[in-house]
């Protein structure tokens, strides 16, 4: 009986992994997804509904185990910070937890405190936001530890706020504080909050997430800064290669098995070399340099969204591009893909489905929420989460 | 089924002898103790479980430790303290939380905590409170209780009672943009306003500059000014002797704007002095806003520097910074430092800046600013 329950679960348990949405841009950390979802938006579906948020938040919802996680920030000086969670099935509110801002909460109008999106190993939930203060805390919203960086380092911060999203990575919390005065890349151990490295990182604004290069013992994590890309290994921050040309602040590389999309003199294709100590560059092209989101995988496909809200389709393997169409922007979060259709809302609220075929793309759907977004959503087989500053919303077909 | 048993058990202990024991002292003890760089979260980590399952009855002890606990700290008891809320929310000690709450000899962060209990909880009791805030030593209940008055001369149709309101909000305010927006309505009625005496803003300077500041190297560089000599009435630049002069804005927000005085140079630094006359050796805020580099000495002593560029705008209270003045005179330094960037966003090279207590009422120096 037992044997049967297991094997039972084993075959049920991939179908949970891939319902959860475990960080920015997805659990591989590159927009893109291996299941099928929604291709038509209904507000008035059944299992559509929306929640309303207690504060501002340009951090993305993340999905664990049947549960929404969700930053916001409230407060005259967005000095409350709050860690939501939500069922994913109804959007009711299973806990809140507040804390109080240890770093600095002044920000650009445009952007806010809850900037950065959680991140989670199943186990747990971490959550960072732009005073780079970071709570570790349990599916049940039970505090495990937390850390207050600025709090620490008092002139890591930035005048226009922060937004990297953390990661986690054997274990190690990878958290990126890059800004002009104290900047560095701090490794923290998962199980309790103590820090295991620290690098100094370049001096400069810098916006980008890390990413995940690679699976298992020879995963990797890549760091974006002005500088270009320098590859470490988690455990103990040591650099395994760099990449020195140069890369942008805002929009964050996207990996995609041992390929790392930079943006950088437009959008440059890193391989990384077997062992992954050393790189080879594989293409380079100034016409898919993305604008503010982060280009989206789709299958052997990519895609990225300039300022001039043009959208490119291309192949992973040789940059070349297949087709590109005028979408409506301004797009600030990044797109997230499925292998058949593309998803975004613009800054208005406007979200939009585009079916991806190899020779055209084609909007296949719209919705108009009538709120500011600025966020990237989350993609679930039977619907897609997005959050304003107002409210989350499952959007059902 | 036997870990969950015992974990219950102990969890039932703790209950049971939680009411200031030798062990739910050191339980809360282990929460206050965070030190900065995770320096405590794994005593932390083991007495948090047990904390955020105390009765509620604990919750006066839990708000009295935030007094003694630090930022970290504060968070840590927060969570507990919500925690165990969640889990009896009809047997708080209500009134212990609210004479917690109208005791001023508590910390503000505390307090505000104690009042967040009864918002969520019981929230037309805490709405009633907000009005008594009005002269409160904490800013953020005192913003709570401007809040409402402002908010009711927003509603105001008769513009006699707004601006009766508005008086009353300018007078209370302790926040910026609260100060701001009364003055601003007042002003629109006819009234001066005098911000800078209102906020303590200093408007009178003597400057110093430039200095070389290429490849924003000069930030480090220890110039004549912030050197042992500091205060002499001349030192070297690149270009010859330069000595103090004074300056004094007209602006209303006391900005001081460095490019009046020597023009809109790049890769520049200039220093600032004051001398401020504290009636009495006091705990104080020294709050500047510059979108420059910047470092700020009081009494020969660095205080805090911030080596950033144009990332967002100057604004009133930017950086506070806690520090100490003597009685007598103060001297205040600042450097303010400009860098390369040529775009029309960067030609700003300016600072503000005030002193305060910890409630955020202005400081006045008792006797002139400038010697």
């Known amino acids: ?397 | 089924m036997i870990k969950h048993l015992s974990i219950l058990y102990c969890l039932f202990c703790v209950k049971l002898s939680v009411q200031s024991s030798p062990d739910s002292t050191n339980l809360i003890q282990s929460l206050v103790a965070i030190k900065s760089q995770g320096e405590g979260n794994r005593k932390a980590m083991k007495a948090w479980p047990q904390v955020s399952q105390f009765p509620p009855s604990a919750i006066p002890q839990l708000l009295e430790a935030m007094n003694r606990a630090n930022d970290l700290g504060d968070n840590w008891i927060r969570a507990a303290i919500e925690k165990i809320c969640e889990q009896n929310t009809t047997q708080l000690p209500v009134q212990r939380i609210i004479a917690f709450l109208q005791d001023h000899s508590n910390q503000a962060e505390s307090r505000h905590m104690a009042f967040q209990i009864l918002q969520s909880e019981l929230p037309s009791k805490a709405d009633q409170l907000i009005p008594s805030f009005i002269d409160d030593p904490a800013p953020v209940l005192r913003q709570k209780a401007v809040e409402l008055i402002l908010s009711k001369a927003r509603n105001s149709s008769a513009k006699p009672k707004a601006i009766k309101l508005y008086q009353k909000a300018l007078i209370q305010a302790r926040e910026v943009e609260q100060i701001k927006e009364a003055s601003r309505e007042l002003e629109e009625a006819g009234e001066k306003i005098n911000l800078i005496q209102l906020m303590g803003l200093l408007p009178e300077w003597q400057l110093m500059g430039p200095f070389d500041n290429s490849e924003r190297k000069g930030f480090s560089v220890e110039y004549g000014p912030e050197s042992g000599k500091g205060l002499t009435e001349q030192h070297k630049n690149k270009d010859g002797i330069v000595k103090w002069e004074k300056f004094s804005t007209q602006d209303e927000l006391g900005l001081v704007d460095i490019n009046q005085k020597y023009g809109e140079l790049k890769e520049v630094c200039a220093y600032a002095r004051t001398t401020f006359h504290s009636q009495s050796a006091q705990s104080a805020h020294f709050r500047i806003g510059s979108k420059n580099a910047w470092k700020m000495w009081v009494n020969g002593t660095l205080l805090f520097s911030r080596d950033e560029y144009h990332r967002g705008k100057t604004r009133i209270d930017q950086f506070i910074i806690e520090g100490k003045l003597q009685e007598g005179e103060n001297e205040i330094l600042l450097k303010v430092c400009q860098n390369e960037q040529t775009q029309s966003w960067t030609k700003q090279w300016e600072f503000n800046f005030r002193i305060t207590d910890r409630t955020g009422s202005a400081i006045h120096s008792s006797g002139s600013t400038i010697k």
Not at chain 1, 105 to 121: F, L, Q, R, Y
Not at chain 1, 132 to 143: E, H, Y
Not at chain 1, 257 to 279: W, Y
Not at chain 1, 367 to 379: H, K, R, V, Y
């Open chain 1, 1 to 397: 009986m037992k044997n049967g329950f297991l094997f039972l679960l084993s075959l049920l348990s991939p179908l949970f992994l891939n319902a959860d949405w475990l960080q920015f841009r997805g659990s591989l950390g590159n927009g893109g997804t291996s299941i099928t979802s929604i291709t038509q938006f209904s507000k008035e579906n059944k299992n559509s509904w929306k929640s309303e948020l207690p504060g501002r938040g340009l951090s993305s919802p993340i999905l664990v185990d049947g549960k929404i996680f969700l930053t916001a920030s409230s407060g005259p000086k967005q000095e409350t910070l709050h860690i939501l969670c939500f069922s994913q099935n109804e959007g009711n509110l299973i806990w809140e937890r507040k804390f109080k801002a240890t770093g600095r909460t002044i920000c650009h109008e445009k952007t806010c405190v809850a900037a950065p999106t959680m991140v989670s190993d199943r186990e747990v939930v971490v959550a960072q936001f732009s005073s780079n203060d970071i709570f570790c805390v349990d599916l049940d919203g039970d505090l495990l530890w937390l850390r207050g960086l600025t709090y620490d380092f008092p002139n890591a911060a930035n005048g226009l706020g922060m937004s990297s999203s953390p990661l986690i990575s054997k274990g190690v919390l990878i958290a990126q504080v890059e800004n002009d005065a104290d900047s560095f890349t701090t490794g923290i151990d998962l199980k309790n909050g103590e820090e295991l490295w620290r690098n100094i990182r370049p001096k400069g604004a810098n916006w980008t997430s890390p990413v995940l290069l690679g699976t298992g013992k020879n995963q990797k994590v890549a760091l974006q800064s002005t500088k270009g890309i320098s590859l470490i290994n988690p455990t103990n921050g040591k650099e395994s290669w760099s990449y020195q040309n140069g890369a942008s602040s805002i929009p964050s590389s996207t990996p995609v098995g041992d390929v790392l999309l930079v943006p950088s003199n437009g959008l440059t294709a890193l391989k990384t070399r077997t062992g992954g100590n050393s790189h080879t560059e594989v293409w380079q092209d100034n016409k898919l340099g993305p604008g503010t989101g982060s280009p989206a995988i789709s299958g052997n496909r990519f895609l990225v969204i300039n300022k001039a809200n043009v959208l490119t389709y291309a192949k992973i393997d040789s940059g070349e591009i297949l087709w590109r169409m005028r979408i409506k922007g301004p797009v600030s979060g990044s797109p997230v893909a499925t292998r058949s259709h593309l998803y975004f809302f613009n800054e208005d609220g406007l979200g939009q489905i585009i079916k991806l075929g190899e020779d055209e793309g084609k909007v296949i759907a719209t919705l108009d929420l009538q709120e500011t977004i600025l966020s990237t959503p989350a993609l679930a087989a039977d619907g897609l989460y997005i959050r304003s500053d107002k409210n989350l919303w499952k959007i059902s077909q």
